[in-house]
């Protein structure tokens, strides 16, 4: 099989695994150890999966997190371009439950991801791009107006 079908197919699978949300190791199995994640957004860089496993934190969400019914996909796609090493993918979160609270966003919560693959099609480095709330752009331009752009918010508990 050509190696951009390769990365077509394992970012399918990735993306087909994020979409259920429901078995949080296998998403973590198509990182690398030394995984670049870029959260461009949040101006967040983390240089590790285990600090990408606790940014993300489904692991420990218990039944903090909902979807509207069983079969719903957490996220819908809309494209997914590739080439042989990498793939950009576009789509929206799904509507949600967190902690009892329907999150359905009016302004959107579309993304652009892009994934890049090393030789073994494994995630080198993830990019994210994510529509956030208003009041989390809000979050974000004081923290980093106040502490620069580097610091990591307080919400991220690195510690291991």
């Not at 934190?57 to 509207?68: S, V």
Request: charged share 30%.
């Amino acid at each position: 099989m050509p190696r951009q079908d390769q990365v077509e197919q394992t970012a399918m699978d990735y993306f087909a695994t994020f979409a259920e949300r429901k078995d949080w190791d296998k998403l973590c199995s198509f990182y690398r150890d030394d995984l670049e994640f870029d959260d461009v957004i949040l101006q967040i860089h983390l240089d590790s999966l285990w600090k990408f496993k606790r940014f993300y934190k489904w692991d420990e969400e218990g039944d903090a997190f909902q979807k509207l019914s069983p079969e719903q996909d957490h996220l819908t796609l809309y494209s997914l371009l590739v080439n042989d090493s990498t793939a950009v993918a576009q789509g929206r979160v799904n509507p949600f439950y967190y902690h009892g609270t329907r999150m359905d966003f009016k302004w959107g919560m579309n993304f652009t991801i892009w994934l890049y693959f090393d030789q073994d099609l494994k995630i080198r480095k993830q990019v994210d791009w994510f529509e956030y709330s208003p009041e989390t752009l809000e979050n974000v331009v004081k923290r980093c107006s106040e502490n620069g752009h580097e610091v990591i918010p307080d919400w991220l508990d690195l510690s291991k």
